[in-house]
């Protein structure tokens, strides 16, 4: 089936450790975000791509690092610079590379990866 | 930072009930309204984009209504099931954030059998 594969689905890091999440898709998808998800928040946007081999900072990149080496990956690294970093992470994608800017583009979501940093 | 507001937080209903919640928003160089449905444990699944105002969108026993000048949207469940237990989030584009989602905290339906 198409979608959306994140993992893993749970991760324990200590602190002062870099930690590296996968979001692979099979949708020929242009688009790709991660988001990450606190209480009493709603989703905020880390980065996005919209081709291969190029991305964009979202409202809070700090900490955080990507890659978009190949159209199916988009993985994330939350590094130790990050201060908060126990967090539910959300990966999606969407059609066409515009889709962050258009008036439609829904997006297609993984199941999520919960961080805990100890 | 634009806000999109959600009310209910929460609401219980009972098999069979109608219900419907709020998702308020940013009127200011309004763009798209998303709908996504998101089960415990699943991933969030699209339910409507909408573009403009007044416009009315349905999917089985789901429906949704826009409002762009007074910014709000309502989302309609007829005859709910325990199946349509889940979180409904909102999220709107305005021009105020660079056209990106600003998303609600979302509404979380449990229906009871």
């Known amino acids: ?118 | 930072i634009l806000n999109v507001e959600q009310s209910p937080q929460s609401l219980h209903v009972q098999e069979g009930d109608s219900t419907n919640f709020t998702c308020s928003f940013p009127s200011s160089n309004f763009y798209a309204l998303h709908w996504y449905r998101w089960e415990t444990a699943k991933s969030p699944e699209a339910l409507f984009v909408m573009t403009l105002n007044g416009d009315e969108k349905k999917k089985g026993r789901i429906s949704a209504t826009l409002n762009t000048k007074e910014g709000y949207s309502y989302l309609y469940i007829k005859g709910s099931q325990p199946e349509d237990s889940a979180t409904y989030l909102c999220a709107s584009k305005n021009a105020g954030n660079n056209r990106k989602l600003i998303w609600g905290l979302g509404t979380s339906l449990a229906v009871n059998p």
């Open chain 1, 1 to 118: 089936d198409g979608g959306i594969t994140q993992s893993p689905k749970y991760l324990f890091r200590k602190e002062g450790q870099n930690v590296t999440l996968s979001c692979e898709q099979n949708l020929n998808h242009d688009a790709m975000y991660w988001y990450r998800q606190d209480p009493g928040q709603g989703l905020r946007l880390i980065y996005y791509s919209q081709i291969v081999n190029d991305f964009q900072k979202g409202d809070i990149a700090e900490g955080y690092s990507v890659s978009r080496e190949k159209k199916e990956s988009f993985p994330l690294t939350v590094t130790s610079a990050q201060k908060n970093p126990t967090a539910f992470y959300l990966c999606a994608s969407s059609p066409n590379p515009r889709d962050i800017f258009a008036n439609t583009g829904e997006l297609f979501f993984g199941e999520g990866s919960r961080l805990t940093v100890l």
